[in-house]
Every structure is written in C-alpha cells, then in structure tokens.
Nanobody
Framework: QVQLVESGGGLVQAGGSLRLSCAAS????????MGWFRQAPGKEREFVIA???????EYGDSVKGRFFISRDNVMNTVTLQMNSLKPEDTAVYYC???????????????WGQGTQVTVSS
C-alpha cells in the first residue's frame, strides 16, 4: 500500500512561489497516476494538477500557466511548483496516487496528510 507524505507548505506573499514535495513509500510511483488536490476552508476539495503515469499532464483551470508538476520515479517523489501565487490559492494541499482506473479516469485511493499553503495579499 502506497504511503504519501507532503512537505514544503508555508506562508508566502502574493506573487511569490512555493514548492511542495510528495514522498512515496510502499509502491513504485511509475505505476501510478499522481495528482495534487487542495481544499480551502468551507470549500470542496479541488483538483489542481496531475501527472499521469504515461507522462500526460492535466491542469485544473485555475492553475494553468502558474503551477507545474514533475515526478522522479527513481526517488519516488512528486513535486508541485507553484508560481505567481494568489490569496485564493490558500488551502491545504494533498498529494494523491491512483493505481486503478474506471475507464480512463484515475481513482485516487491513496492520500497524504496534507500541507498548508497560505498566500497573503
């Protein structure tokens, strides 16, 4: 069973950058689609970005051109680079892994504990 641990959250000013990391154990990330999600207070969890195991990148509408995802299948890590941050990016960010699919839709069964990102205006 894959276990995921996020790190790198914190407080940053609007316009700044932050990098989140997700370290995986218990499974080889090359076998999984990897995604980042976020949840702000009082809001539903939102898809941010994904790196499919075939290399395809998928973006949430609100982060296109600002957020980037990469993975290192040797180190078993996934990185989320966030640029041009806005106050509305403030949320708890979660790393997730999908090892099964319904049709072409990844099922994210494994989740990290989350890391807080706060963007001040």
């Amino acid at each position: 069973q894959v276990q995921l641990v996020e790190s790198g959250g914190g407080l940053v000013q609007a316009g700044g950058s932050l990098r989140l990391s997700c370290a995986a154990s218990g499974g080889a990330l090359r076998l999984y689609d990897m995604g980042w999600f976020r949840q702000a207070p009082g809001k539903e969890r939102e898809f941010v970005i994904a790196n499919r195991k075939n290399g395809i990148i998928e973006y949430g509408d609100s982060v296109k051109g600002r957020f980037f995802i990469s993975r290192d299948n040797v180190m078993n890590t996934v990185t989320l680079q966030m640029n041009s941050l806005k106050p509305e990016d403030t949320a708890v960010y979660y790393c997730a892994a999908a090892g099964r699919w319904l049709g072409r839709t990844p099922q994210y069964d494994y989740w990290g504990q989350g890391t807080q990102v706060t963007v001040s205006s």
